[in-house]
């Protein structure tokens, strides 16, 4: 039989069909809903990407809590997505919601700080190493708000991205290198500035290309990921960082590491755990215990030169702000978890699944001779379809295959196991027991089974 990824092909075929039937059955009320909801909804969804999931239509969700949800035909389901990292720390978590259902009686949103904004801000400098902290509602928003700050405060227009990066909906890092070439991504939507003017893009791992492209003078900053995470999971070479970190300081530009998905990799992130000195950095997602909410944070001398940019401006709108930043709300969910929920145990139990997860997916995956490998930053693990790890963005383009991924995610769904769409990413919580993980690994054993069957 034809075989694609090391898996029968036609046969994989037959399993979707058969597949999404069985969702389709499975899910009456969720299908009612999605009917009720094409009348008035964009694309039938509340966000266009959900539309992109592999089921034939959204699953609804009626509740979630801790490793688990439930949809609204009653199914429960192991939740190893997590709202692809926003609630990383388990679905309320009990000390956010508690501090929520305080501050709900204690108001919202004032345009001024509460008394949680320096405690928040200390905690945040103690965890990530750095003195001076700023509030945005998401991570794209954060990115989007210290490029301008450090474009700003060095005068320079560019900044560097790397090859196949994702840091949320911030327009400029939408360049690719297609053969080489810095190239808009061409499913930005409505996008009439010419990215490239401002934009430079270089593959992860290529020590040669950062430094060619830093010699001009011209970068502000360079935004990373540690590990790139968005285009299934690329990791820095050893040495890698090092070296990068020297380039960039000798060139007299700036580090932004965006550690939205990697502070999977610890209480202080993946820089902390690794000894990396960044900048400025960025956290998203996960920060308020999946409340709405992203924080930046400047080294000293970098917080020195921004506050001189701002100041020997105009006054007035400088673009970065939205009038809900900083609110009380979000500001409330944050200390509470940072206090009660981003624990070094709770990172130390995560870690010990995540290990015992991308070791049993290891294990089936010898086990059926599949041409696939695992990787794990943390309590994040992802398979990818390639028996040697992709070193960079192209490489990690070139192996993605969503029909395939779409087929495993949707029969893993349909046996009450969710893992994160649009890669082959798992992560786990604190609420997730060896008892999950250990059906995660037996549901996938008898996936890869239904996909070999000759
Ligand atoms: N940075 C990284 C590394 C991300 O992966 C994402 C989203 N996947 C973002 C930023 C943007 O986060 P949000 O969509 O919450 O703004």
New binding site residues.
Partial sequence: ASTRDGVNWPRAQALAAAERASYIARNPESARLAGQAAQHLLFGVPMHWMNDWSTPFALTVSEASGARFRDADGHEYIDFCLG?T?AMFGHAPQPVAQAIARQAARGYTAMLPSEDSAPVAAELARRFGLPYWQFAL????A?RFVLRWLRAATGRSKVLVFNGC????VDDVFVDLVDGVPTQRDSLLGQVHKLTDHTVVVEFNDLPALEAALKQGDIACVLA?PVM??IGMVLPQPGYWEAAQRLIKRHGSLLVI?E??TISSGPGGYAQAHGMRPDAL?V??PIGGGIPC?VYGFTEELARRVEQAKRSAPPGHSGVGTTLSANMFAMAAMRANLEQVMTEDVYRHMFALAAQLAEGLRAVIAGHKLPWCVTQIGARTEFQFTPTAPQNGTQAQAILDGELEQIIHLYLLNRGLLITPFHNMLLVCPDTDENDVARLLSTFEECIKALLLN
Avoid: L, R, W
């Fill in positions: 692809d926003g998401s991570a794209s928003d990115n994702y840091h949320g909906t990921e995470t968005n965006d939205t998905h960025v998203g997602k992203a």
